[in-house]
């Protein structure tokens, strides 16, 4: 098993940037494919990015390609989302989780963090 918890959210204007961090517990996180969704107010939770176990392969949704990034520290058990040029669509509630698959589909996803509040303002 794996335990996750997300950080990292706030506040903040629109074209700014903010950096969220996924930490795991445990010793297996190198064992874990990762990714990002959001969750907006009446809005399905959506898939937002994911990277494979080592880092090599990244994939993005169409919405935050070219804007955000996302990165693993398999030494420090963390996972990181860099968003940049936030705008207000943007605005969701962040959740980490974690897969022995590498995958975009929310429903394969095993584990989830407990998610982190990103409010952009505009």
């Known amino acids: 098993q794996v335990q996750l918890v997300e950080s990292g959210g706030g506040l903040v204007q629109a074209g700014g940037s903010l950096r969220l961090s996924c930490a795991a517990s445990?010793?297996?996180?190198?064992?874990?494919?990762m990714g990002w969704f959001r969750q907006a107010p009446g809005k399905e939770r959506e898939f937002v990015a994911a990277?494979?176990?080592?880092?090599?392969?990244?994939y993005y949704a169409d919405s935050v390609k070219g804007r955000f990034t996302i990165s693993r520290d398999n030494a420090k058990n963390t996972m990181y989302l860099q968003m940049n040029s936030l705008k207000p669509e943007d605005t969701a509630v962040y959740y980490c989780?974690?897969?022995?698959?590498?995958?975009?589909?929310?429903?394969?996803?095993?584990?989830w963090g407990q998610g982190t509040q990103v409010t952009v303002s505009s």
């Open positions: 989780a974690a897969d022995r698959s590498y995958t975009t589909r929310r429903t394969d996803y095993d584990y």
């Open positions: 445990g010793r297996t996180f190198s064992r874990y494919c």
């Open positions: 990277i494979d176990w080592t880092g090599g392969s990244t």
